[in-house]
């Protein structure tokens, strides 16, 4: 077959099968990358499965991924119905503090803040979980707003922050590690030692490091100006700070790619770096970079919630599922379910996130051992 | 002084009268000791560095003043004479001369420090000499004003207070010499900030290296990280019961480390015998009920309030600030402080009981002497007159379940009111200073007063006087940046007043306390009390208005 059937994947299956006599039951061809054991889908025949399709019916296969990924549409849509439950259900602005608030339960009015009327009388404890399908079901925290309606945009806003993280992630770790491994010499030098530096750092230490320097002042990048208590503010921070975890690996996926038949071939027959780049690499690497969205996003999400529990992701009253956490760590003693609820959330969606991301890696690149961190 | 960490709360005091609120645990007084045995104190972590010269917590401050003596002191009782201040390392109560600026101490002979060594009067000149060597947190606001101090703050390392602290060595005496005269002056030398050490003692914050003192125990060893010991002091001999009284237990240790949660449930079980830190919101019920005879609560002469940046838009309009002080729903922030029995609403600066205090509140739906509900009315016409709705605002808070608690409730006030409000906790270990430099340009923040000594002074002049402003600096404890010239003259008449006519001075300090309170450089919210959680087997449990536990006075069973 010719050095140019090899390297372009766009080139007519038909022209393609002319080159080479295939048995006809063929459904579509393998070329194995050698330096990383991942396999590199080039080229089918006309009709035959292509690879994402291929990917797609081996993750339709694996019902834990499906069951994953269910559960994650149902905290999404959930998450993103928090304004129609705040005013249909709980009827009640989650972020108003309602200290003197009185609730009807079972004909009899109570406050939302109670008051200990024994002993001592010494102080006040929320209003426990109701179980019905109404105001206060999953009872009120300190500042007697409803935990539930606050759960729900705490799930707004995590899922935010960990998707809008993820994408600063990936696209930065994409853009470095490829430019970085594609061009090698001094550009791969330089950038590896940027990452080296960062790598350095342990996650959190950096996380919170930049988090208690930018939190009470604004970043300025040109024209962009990230103000403090901005969403934007841990999504930046979070973006940054698992870069090095993605792009090296990458980096090392694109060095293992140049030394591929197809590219060498491309390189022989002449085709330009960038087409090489965008025709021969991109697409190989894309896939791998699937593969970590899931496992990004629920790495995003436990360093979302642990810098708001730690007074420095999103601030108040706005509400996080790490907030929410911190709000119930002063009521573990009298109402856990304040804390609970969000650290259970917390853990169904990483717990779905990981198990959809295995099926995504069996799917698309199973022979990869990825590891973030 | 401020509260815990930082300032400390510590002495805050008391009410003078119904000290004992609800004191099912103290009182005891009567009682006959028991020495010997092991007190075993809780507290989240250590106070910092051990030097009493410098080390400014309530944490700390309250085993000071067991391990050192001043010159005098406060009486340590369990009732309101536990403000008055006696002889204590001095013979007698000096009487003021040349009209108020001038004391002349004699000391008292035969006490040794715990090294053995005696006391001397070239140790009373050394200690104070040190205090601005080592730059003492209080020695511009409490010590400025004796002779030799200016030119000692300016260029402390080569302080000699010459002609301001004049010690005669043959005839045992010290004589202290004041630019003018000070009412408060024995007040301001009884707190551990004007303890005595050996002249010998390093000329540097100490750390955790122990200095010898002249109190009943010694530190025998102290790791931040978890203990400090304290054992009796071998050369101790009680020399004025209510100066100094003698211990009962033999040891005292105390443990750091253990969170608020696990600190209650061991002081429940027996396990410790007292926690420093406030019991968590979420066992106050508790408390109040299965382990009511191990609670004591005690009313502070203090305020948690909230000061507003009178040099910073939008509060450097009058209008704003009292709107903020109308809107306040001060009965609803109790609540976030666990109720009316823990704290009640206020909204001057003086606390009650307190000397010069006379009930006041302008800024409540029927003004009068005590705040009844929140006027929203009248504060949002005051905003829509300044014409400030609209703008921007930051509350700076400590990063507590308390103090952030109150913030978010502000937040939603001055949201109320028109402003778009963030709000951004801080490390409590570094807010108190943060919101005092202007650097910072801290609009509002939610901040906590207790008294260092027990006089409208502490109050008024050190928190609203001019002097107390200090831009730029992390030590400006007028955080609000308030300075009315004309106020500041009327604090100046009340001091004089004071050494003249005591009566006319309370008068005028009282009118002092209704002009800031009119001009609302802050918003008092309320006066807190005291929780103590004791184990059962501790007794005699004396909680000093000055002090708080008189932890030398109780025994163990």
Known sequence: MSDQALSDPRRNDAQSSAAVAFPADLKFILIMDNSIGGQVLVRTRRGAEGPWR????KLRADRAAIMAFGVLVLITAASLAAPLYARHVAQTD????????????????????????????????????????????????????????????????????????????????????????????????????????????????????????LITQSIIIGPIEIRSGSLWLPIFIIGIVYVPYVARPIRGHVLSLMQAEFVTAAIGIGASPWRILLYDILPNVITRVIVFVPLILALNMMTESSLSFLSIG?????ASWGTIIQDGQGLLYSRPIVALAPGLAIVITVLALNILGDGVRDALDPKSSIRVV | MRSRNVFSAMMAGVGLAGLMLMAPVTGAAAQEGKAGGTLKLLANAAAGTIDPHINYTLQYFQINYVLYDGLVTFRKTGDKTGFEVVADLAESLPKPEDGGKKYVFKLRKGIKFADGSDLTTADVVASFQRMFKISGPTTGTLYNGIVGAD???????????????????????????????????????????????????????????????????????????????????????????EAQPAGYPDEIDYSFGLTDEAAVTAVENGQADWMFDPPPADRLAELGTKYAKQVSVHPLTAMWYVPMNTNLAPFNDIRVRQAVNYAIDRAAIVKLFGGSNLAQPSCQILPPDFPSYAPYCPFTANPGEKWSAPDLEKAKALVAASGTAGQEVTIITEDTEVSKSIGV??????????????????????????????????????????????????????????????????????ISGFCDKSIDKKMGEAQAATIADPAKGAQLWTAVDKAVTDAAPVAVLFTPKRVDLISPRLKNFVFSPQFYWIMSQSWVE
Not at chain 1, 54 to 57: E, I, Q, S
Not at chain 1, 207 to 213: E, F
């Open chain 1, 54 to 57: 291929t990917a797609w019916r």
């Open chain 1, 94 to 213: 989650p972020f108003a503090t309602n200290l003197n608030g009185e609730i009807v339960i079972d004909g009899q009015t109570r406050q939302v803040l109670e008051p200990s009327t024994e002993g001592l009388g010494l102080g006040f404890t929320p209003l426990g979980p109701t179980w019905d399908f109404g105001p206060y079901m999953l009872g009120a925290d300190n500042q007697g707003r409803d935990v539930a309606a606050r759960l729900l945009y705490g799930g707004r806003n995590s899922l935010l922050i960990a998707g809008a993280a993820a994408l600063i992630c990936l696209g930065l770790a994409t853009l470095l590690g490829v430019v970085s491994g594609f061009f090698g010499g001094l550009v791969d030098i330089l950038l590896s030692r940027i990452l080296d530096v960062l790598w350095a750092f342990p996650v959190f230490l950096l996380a919170i490091s930049l988090s208690i320097v």
């Open chain 1, 314 to 318: 999103v601030q108040p009253p706005d």
């Open chain 2, 151 to 241: 030119t000692c703050l300016k260029t402390p390392a080569t302080c000699t207070l010459e002609g301001g602290v004049v010690a005669d060595e043959a005839a045992s005496t010290v004589t202290f010499n004041l630019v003018a005269p000070d009412p408060d002056f024995l007040q301001k030398i009884s707190i551990p900030h004007a303890a005595i050490l050996p002249a010998e003692a390093p000329l540097k914050d100490s750390g955790t290296a122990p200095i010898p003192g002249t109190g009943p125990y010694m530190i025998a060893s102290y790791d931040p990280n978890s203990l400090l010991k304290m054992v009796r002091n071998p050369h101790f001999k009680e020399w004025s019961k």
């Open chain 2, 409 to 478: 409730y502000l937040q939603d006030v001055l949201n109320g009111l028109g402003y778009k409000t963030s709000i951004k906790p801080i490390s409590q270990n570094i807010q108190f200073t943060y919101i005092q430099n202007t650097n910072n340009k801290v609009q509002i923040s939610i901040s906590q007063w207790f008294q260092d000594y027990p006089a409208p002074s502490d109050f008024l002049q050190v928190l609203f006087s001019c002097a107390s402003f200090t831009p730029g600096s992390d030590a400006s404890i007028n």
